[in-house]
């Protein structure tokens, strides 16, 4: 049995599960965001299990008239449990 969770816990490490987790990551933040023309802008950080959470800066444009198609920012936070992701404006990262 303890062989069998050795197995499992490497498989969840290996190049091809990271890759998958950031391309779920990326699908989910994208399909909840405000943005128009969303994409990540670098890398997505991994906080460990305790915290169970992936965080990944998207940047777009604002699409409603009054933004003036205005360049924007949000930060998604996805749940990896849940597999669920939510973002908030970000504006406020950098100047």
């Known amino acids: 049995m303890s062989g069998m969770l050795l ?3 490497a498989q969840a490490s290996t190049p091809s599960a990271w890759k998958d987790h950031d391309r779920q ?5 994208i399909a909840a965001s405000g943005l128009k023309d969303a994409k990540p802008v670098g890398g997505p950080i991994a906080y460990d299990d305790r915290v169970p959470v992936t965080a990944l800066v998207l ?11 205005r ?7 996805w ?6 992701a939510y973002v908030s404006e970000a ?3 950098l100047p």
Not at 59 to 69: E, I
Not at 71 to 77: K, M, N, S, T
Request: positive net charge; aromatic residues 2%; hydrophobic residues 30%.
């Open 7 to 9: 197995v499992a816990v």
């Open 79 to 84: 749940d990896r449990k849940a597999g669920k």
């Open 91 to 93: 504006d406020q990262l």
């Open 59 to 69: 940047a777009g444009r604002y699409p409603q008239k009054h933004m003036n198609n």
């Open 25 to 29: 990551l990326t699908q989910a933040c």
């Open 71 to 77: 360049p924007g920012r949000e930060l998604c936070i």
